[in-house]
């Protein structure tokens, strides 16, 4: 009692030490929370002091050095020194009386793991424990769950010790992201699984997705509304053997499905579940199958699954599943990967009559510890299959070449030597694979000496093809291009030992191979298609029977049975092959003495596939290196006498009669002439340098010389100085040099060579001085780093971990080691949460009628998990029916017009800004048809009346003719095509119209750019036809500050030959005769960002060409009118009685759905007034966005044909009214005048009378 007092103090004490350098008020609360759980849990006396202001507690054993009990179930606590925070924490709990509530666990801030073993909970605690985010209970006696999880914890894993019966509703875990309940992995008394009795509910009216749900259940409930990456299902001991719910997997990536351990009915089975094909899941990447199966009614065949699976795994299913004694699949294809393990039922697999293609395609089978007994056949015919297991089995037998197709894994057998060479070249790498074999010798494995590579370039592809070539890219140390521009990862698999293959290159080269049994053993294969070259014969003697010759040069081959050389033209003349390789064919003379003595004698070399080569040489050349054993007469050579070898020099001695065997250093017919031969070089690096050559030379050095090089166009022979000589060292100087190559060394009339290889520099030494562990290989050049500190070509670069594996087992995402933050695949998946959560986006949308609304669809990408999912649309909210990984289904609320749309769900936002639109079902007509045409209030276009066009039948109809108001022909107008820009132009007289793509921008939310592509003048005309009048333009989509390739757009220009209508994204027109259509696709664009979408600019000009025969009388400045309806956006722009028109439908094609796009107009300022930009506002397209304008140019009904001028440029009635209009003027003037001199006349007369009457008065 006192001891647990002293440590309880000491554990008191040590807090507050730690905690009085920290923050106040928290870090008591969290100090308090802790201390209390100690006490609760018994557990003081197991921890040291100091237990929560350590980085990390260690658990160890006490002071007896016995493991402490706490210690086997990872029982300790981490805390976060920055925050002085507790984050996790491991409990056991030593009071098996102690129930646990929440409030012991709240009182902490925020715990993002907790695992407490050995406990009871109360009733309440699930719902109410608020301050954990991961909590495991193992060992644990839990209630019924009849309530909703709390919501703050998003990973809940149950271990039971203690019986369980429950209903469990999935609207129970709606906030969980995983949930695991089943019996204790770690209880040294497991419980007993049959008392586990689940029963699934599936009450959701809205969608969720689980990470990982596994539980242990009596029934497969509906998964409607239900998304899992992860689901594992634990067949209760009441389990009704229902499978038909599987036609509502409908978001399932990878299932498993278990049997519990049922000690009261061991025999118990279920069927294959076959209703497998009823499930709606795009994709099902693993099915694993461990339950007792019973025997299929029918062969299965997978190739009638609508469902794709990748892999499937049936592990301990029991002695019964087979059909007829025979295999149950007739076809596993497509699967992946296959493994049927722990199980007693496969004899019929080594029966003869069974065919092994049933795995034809499947890359990896596993068939291991199936207690198989029998002989392994000897003839196998799986073909695409890259690895099989057979692995603990009983399978005598020996092994043959049929298997060298796939990495065999034959361990834990009984088999029989001899190992196939494939195998054995390469035993130490693959050693464990045939372990265990009592009769298999993997220790004493002859020398492998058959490995034949060979080359050639078929099919646009480049093969090396050949014998024991490794299986698999790893089995290869190095494979080089002459200029080391091929790295070994663009290299693929053909056939397992057999080849490898380089697609699309066929680029006459030399390539370098060597392979991980022998790294130092160089093969070198040329698809330079030279014949054979021979530079050196040699003739060696071994017996007066034959000789043995040796050819020295280049372009020979590895494969003995492809090369052949005959001496002379008489009977045996042939020259049996011993060995060869590119530089050197060794081949065995017999009746040499046939060819006769001195003169000249021909060879004729010939390779299969390659031209034969054809040489003469003198028949006295030297011999080197005899090696004979027979003594006798003396050597007589003709007029020289008699010469016994120089033998009295130490050079040779008479061996049989004109047969001379040479001391070493000396060759020649009677051993004259002194010999050289070369043990090691020491090179260069790759920027040239002192080279040295290590051997035996003699003392004579006459005419001596040494090159480096094949002697062929790619490699031509390049002098290395000397720089010093001695018996036993030459050194010379040589230039920059890369690779492997030959060195031949010269002296006295006799050449050697052998290979050179220059030694690669690699970039600042790998950094070795830092760390000795990085290492440059020296035939690359290439650094090898220590992979868990530095990276880099120079080693350099620190190497940081990610705190997660990305799940990049799921290729969501892959770690960059430079800042240790994920990188997600394709903006798909967020970095926050490690790639696990989908950054969902819309490419398309079905509208709904203006003022009704209704059901509508959205396309696009939305992953697997839908938490909290809203749709808004115009600010309502769209009520979704639906979802699935590219599709909701959702009910829009009665609005108008075009508007934005957000899309919620895991807390991420995307938005996309009037991308929804609210179709008129009455559609007014552009203009009402100018009055000249009758609206169509269907599709809103105008059906123009007789003489007139155009979308608004504003325009006259140009056919040559004239009318009414035009006693000249109107003018034809005519398309140009500028092949080497792109652009293209419609001409009527002096007016031309010029039209182009000016860029592609991708913008971000906020209407910002966020990458240019210019577009204008670069667009690259890869097809042309002038009798259809079509023009193909392509252009890989690069910007300015970014070099990498975004895509591509193509631009389709097509001259309307004749009116026809038209149909696109659902939209019906008509195209009339002498218009441009023209058709854009921007495909596999990658965006910065799933929230940008693309911005297409056209440019739209007009020029005026200097014409003094053009009628003025029509000149006007450019007018510019824009017209939006529901469907179609036009531009008209009008200039000297020539109309450009534009139509742009309001729609694109959008991954192969048609959706709304909206545009805008800005007309040019200053010098650029008589231009128009159209800007298309497009979708977040992933693969393809397609656009459909065209343009035509027509005859404003206000042109005048002839404007009546004369020579000189004036009106022809500008002369008569300019004589006519003064002369009637005065006329007008004068009678004026005299009119009004009458009148006055006339007034004075009365007023005179008047006077004189009143006189008389």
Known sequence: MCKKIYLLFLSFLFLKTCFAVTIDGILNSEYNCMVTLLNKFSLTGYYPSGLICTETFQCGPDQFGIETLPCRYGVGVTCNKTTALIEKFSLFNFNSSFSVSAGYFNCFSNVSYASIYNSKFDDKFLYEVSSINNLKLDKASVSPIVDKINKNIKELYIGLSYNFTSDLSFSNLLDLNSFSIETSSVDSKPLDESNVFISLKNDLNSYKFFKILNVV????????????????????????????????????????????????????????????????????????????????????????????????????????????????????????????????????????????????????????????????????????????????????????????????????????????????????????????????????????????????????????????????????????????????????????????????????????????????????????????????????????????????????????????????????????????????????????????????????????????????????IGDANVNSTSTGSLCYYGQLGVNNCNYFNGQGECIAKDTCKCEVGWMGLYCQQQSHRITSVIPSNQYGGLITIIGEFGINHLNIFVTIGNGTISDPEKICEIQSTSQEKVTCLIGPGFGITKLTLGQNNYNVSTSYQFNAVCPGDCNSLVDNTNVCNNLTGICSCNSNKYQGLDCKIPFIPCQDDCNSYLQQGSCNNITGVCTCTNNKWTNGSYCSIPNHFCSSITPAPSGVGGPITLYGWFGNEHNDLMISIGGLPCNYTAVSIDQINCTVASNTGIQTVNITQNQISWIGINKFQYYQIIKPCPNKCSNQGICNQTNGQCNCNNGYSGFDCSATIPTGNSTESNSEPLPITKSEINIETGTFSLNNEETKYKLYIKSLIEVDINNNPVKTFDLQDNMINTDSNDLTGTYLFKQTLSSKNNNNSSGYIISTIQEIKKTKEMNFAGVDFKLESGSIKVSIEINNYTYSSNLNTLQLLFISSVNEESDSNSNKCNDKNTLVQNINDSDLNYIKMEKNGKILMGRFVNSVISDNRPTLITSTNLRGQGSDSDSIIVTLNLPHCINQCQIDPDFSVLVSPSYKSNCDTDSGGRKKWFLPVVIVVPVVCVCIIITTLMAFAKKSLLFRVKMQSIIKLKTRK
């Open 217 to 620: 259940t009596n029934n497969i409930p509906s998964f409607n509304n239900i998304g899992v990456n992860q689901l594992t299902i634990k067949f209760g001991i009441n389990f009704n053997g229902d499978f038909s719910n599987f036609s509502t997997f409908n978001n399932i990536s990878n299932l498993f499905l278990l049997q519990i351990n049922n000690p009261k009915n061991k025999t118990i089975s279920y069927e294959f579940p076959i209703e497998l094909n009823n499930m709606n899941s795009p994709k099902l990447f693993t099915l694993s199958i461990s339950y007792k199966l019973s025997t299929p009614k029918a062969l299965i065949d997978f190739s009638n699954f609508d469902m794709v699976f990748e892999t499937l795994l049936m592990i301990d299913i029991g002695n019964n599943f087979y059909f007829n004694n025979k295999f149950p699949f007739s076809k596993l294809s497509p699967l992946k990967s296959f493994f049927w393990t722990s199980s007693n039922n496969l004899p019929f697999l080594f029966e003869d009559s069974f065919d092994y293609s049933i795995f034809n395609g499947i890359q990896f089978v596993n068939l291991a510890s199936n207690r198989l007994n029998g002989t392994l056949p000897s003839n196998y015919k799986g073909k695409q299959v890259k690895q099989l297991n057979l692995s603990n089995n009983n399978l005598k037998g020996t092994i043959d070449n049929s298997y060298c197709t796939v990495l065999l894994d034959a361990s834990k057998n009984q088999l029989s030597d001899p190992l196939p060479s494939c195998y054995s070249c390469y035993i130490n790498q693959i050693y464990n694979n045939f372990l265990n074999n009592s009769n298999l010798s993997l220790t004493t494995q002859p020398p492998c000496s058959t490995v034949l590579p060979q080359i050639k370039i078929e099919n646009n592809n480049t093969i090396i093809y050949g014998q024991d070539l490794g299986f698999g890219l790893s089995f290869i140390s190095t494979l080089l291009d002459s200029n080391s521009s091929v790295p070994l990862s663009s290299w693929k698999v053909g056939t397992l030992s057999k080849s490898y293959y380089l697609e699309k290159f066929t680029k006459e080269t030399n390539f370098t191979i060597s392979f991980i049994n022998s790294p130092s053993k160089y093969y070198t294969l040329s698809t330079i298609q030279n014949p054979p070259f021979i530079s050196q014969v040699e003739f060696t003697t071994y017996s007066t029977d034959y000789k043995i010759i040796t050819l020295t040069g280049s372009f020979f081959t590895y494969n003995t049975s492809d090369i052949s050389v005959e001496f002379g033209t008489g009977p045996n003349r042939e020259c049996s092959i011993i060995s060869s390789d590119f530089y050197y064919v060794v081949c065995k003379l017999l009746n040499f003495n046939s060819l006769g003595s001195g003169g000249i004698v021909s060879a004729v070399v010939k390779i299969i596939s390659n031209t034969n080569l054809k040489i003469q040489f003198p028949l006295d």
